[in-house]
């Protein structure tokens, strides 16, 4: 009891400088066990403490120790300080391998927790559930599914706890560290994959192939009624309109239902247009691929993020998880062959031109909007008006809302890339991603190549999760036909060819090329000497004459380049056969057809 209360009141002292808070006494406080087998540490500190990564680990065991006909924990990677990364797999007939899953015709619900470690109520509301489950109080759950469900995937930034981790959450007492031990954002990184945590992460979805995958965090930004936010890409917005209409017409109905009915308030995925000033509007975000939901709308597979609001108490945020995910099984149980239509439909068609980048349209829609009663004004500290929230209820009949509607970047969808032998890494995580990369056996010449050259290129002036990423303006210039045996074969026409697209085509802002695998096309490796250079250039000139007034020319129009002798020089060398003709050529080439690709 003195313990309870001292956590208490560290908990009060934490939360002293964030926005009041409205009254909560939902139905769902009574999930919590008070004692009995596997209490959990979240239930035993009466919904103020997450157990460390040891605690967590062994909790685990005590689950599986407790049910070990329908659970197993199994390691899907290491983490770079080497901690286990531990997923467990329920199933009520002990289906525990991928072969033994997909035989049972059970649904399969992929459940991450911990990609942000801070961030962390999935872990704590699904391990009340599975404890549920092992008891006996809920066996209908795996009468109707299977379950994956990964603790903690960020298991170096959980390890990096203090109470002093994210300024605007309200619990638990003390918390993880967004990035893992390399300083890296994992949902980040679910294009590029440079972590050990995301590619574990891809390894399971490859072999499983769950009907669902779930990715619980807890959001940033603004002050407002809802406890749990929560969604996917909009059918407007999709790569995948007919998986995220499904989700809006099978799952959400249930998910929130329960919600409502256990006195929680569900709401919509969004953001703010400008923190200081609410009534300017929402940001109606799509996600891209580098990030989970947005990877799984490229590739089919109907993702939910699910933002719980920082601002309300933890002990609210896992009770409002338990029962999102409840609802969500409760719905794929009811809908999955729904589900799995859209899916299918999604996977058997690829677009001629895709959408690779989009920006805010300059019109908003409206939506009605449960917000919260705030004030503004001038802060001595910052100089300017600050938003001050009160703790009251405001409802918004009509809050302009931006969605990220408007085509930025749209390109042409290649029918194959052929990736050179030099680029094996690449090969590799396309594999990781489920794409099919076919070796070309055959010295049969290639016909109506392209080649990307680079023609205007801007590096960030900064790193971006480890990377100095490139924007890059290119000339798509015909290659002569050749032999390209040994080359890796990527055909679009595929089931994820839209991720394909994504990661392979150099104007997609998230594909390799973006995120610098590839920057070694930007330097050159030998350099001309003028000595040489002057009397090669005279000949060529003399042997050249268009090339000769085409130098000509450019002397006279180009005041600059006429007084810039290493200009002109430069100009005459790359006009010569010793200029490194690799330089500035993305080294991935292209076919297009120009007949619609439909898959098979």
Do not use: C
């Not at 797999?89 to 002990?94: F, H, I, K």
């Not at 391990?127 to 795996?142: E, N, P, W």
Request: no cysteine; hydrophobic share 40%; glycine share 6%.
């Amino acid at each position: 009891m003195i313990a309870s209360l001292l956590l208490l009141s560290a908990s009060v002292t934490l939360d002293s400088h964030l926005p009041p808070l409205l009254p909560w006494q939902g139905q769902s406080l009574a999930l919590i066990q008070q004692k009995g087998p596997l209490t959990t540490d979240f239930e035993l500190s009466e919904g103020l403490k997450s157990p460390n990564y040891q605690q967590t680990m062994a909790f685990v065991d005590r689950l599986v120790a407790a049910n070990p006909t329908q659970f197993q924990v199994q390691t899907i990677a290491h983490s770079a300080s080497g901690r286990a990364i531990n997923m467990m797999v329920a199933s009520e007939d002990g289906a525990f391998t991928p072969s033994q899953l997909m035989q049972n015709a059970k649904p399969t619900i992929f459940i991450q927790a911990g990609i942000h470690a801070g961030e962390i109520d999935g872990k704590d509301a699904m391990f009340m559930l599975l404890r549920d489950i092992a008891t006996g109080k809920r066996r209908d759950i795996l009468s109707q599914v299977n379950i994956l469900f990964i603790p903690i995937l960020n298991v170096d930034g959980h390890e990096r706890s203090s109470q002093f981790n994210r300024i605007n959450q309200r619990g638990p007492v003390e918390m993880g560290f967004r990035t893992n031990a390399n300083n890296l954002n994992l949902n980040r990184d679910f294009t590029k994959l440079d972590t050990p945590e995301v590619r574990g992460v891809l390894k399971v979805i490859k072999q499983f192939n769950p009907d669902l995958y779930i990715d619980v965090h807890v959001t940033d930004g603004a002050d407002y009624q809802y406890d749990v936010t929560y969604g996917y890409n909009p059918v407007f917005a999709s790569e995948s309109p007919s998986v995220s209409d499904a989700l809006n017409n099978y799952f959400k109905p249930i998910i929130d239902t329960k919600l409502q009915e256990q006195g929680h308030i569900p709401g919509p995925l969004v953001f703010v247009m400008d923190k200081r000033e609410f009534k300017k509007g929402l940001a109606g975000w799509v996600a891209t691929p580098r990030y989970s939901n947005g990877w799984g709308d490229l590739r089919s597979l109907p993702t939910i993020l699910v933002e719980n609001h920082s601002l309300k108490p933890y002990k609210q945020r896992v009770l409002g998880t338990y029962v999102f995910l409840d609802g969500a099984i409760s719905a794929l149980a009811q809908h999955h062959h729904q589900l799995t239509e859209a899916v299918e439909k999604e996977r058997a068609f690829v677009p001629s031109q895709l959408i690779v980048e989009r920006s805010y349209a300059k019109e908003p829609n409206t939506i009605a909007f449960a917000g919260i009663k705030y004030s503004r004004s001038k802060s001595a500290l910052s100089g300017q008006m600050e938003v001050k929230y009160l703790g009251e209820k405001q409802h918004y009949e009509a809050l302009p809302i931006y969605w990220q509607k408007d085509a930025k970047t749209v390109i042409t969808v290649p029918s194959t890339f052929y990736i050179p032998p030099a680029y094996p890494d690449i090969v590799e995580k396309l594999k990781l991603h489920g794409i099919t990369v076919e070796n070309v056996s055959s010295d049969e010449l290639v016909t109506n190549l392209k080649v990307a050259v680079v023609t205007k290129h801007e590096f960030d002036k900064a790193p971006f999760e480890g990377r100095f990423r490139v924007n890059a303006d290119f000339d798509f210039v015909d290659v002569p036909e050749k032999s390209l045996i040994g080359w890796s074969k990527v055909e679009t026409a595929q089931p994820f060819g839209e991720l394909v697209a994504h990661l392979l085509h150099p104007k997609a802002p998230d594909s390799f090329f973006a995120w610098g695998e590839f920057n070694t096309i930007f330097q050159r490796t030998e350099y001309m000497e003028n000595y040489a250079l002057a009397p090669y250039a005279r000949h060529m000139l003399k042997d050249k004459p268009a090339l000769a007034l085409e130098f000509d020319k450019k002397i006279r129009e180009d005041a600059a380049f006429a007084k810039d002798a290493q200009a002109r020089l430069n100009w005459l060398y790359e006009h010569t056969p010793f200029y490194d003709q690799a330089y500035l050529k993305y080294p991935v080439l292209m076919t297009f057809d120009t007949k619609p690709q439909i898959k098979n």
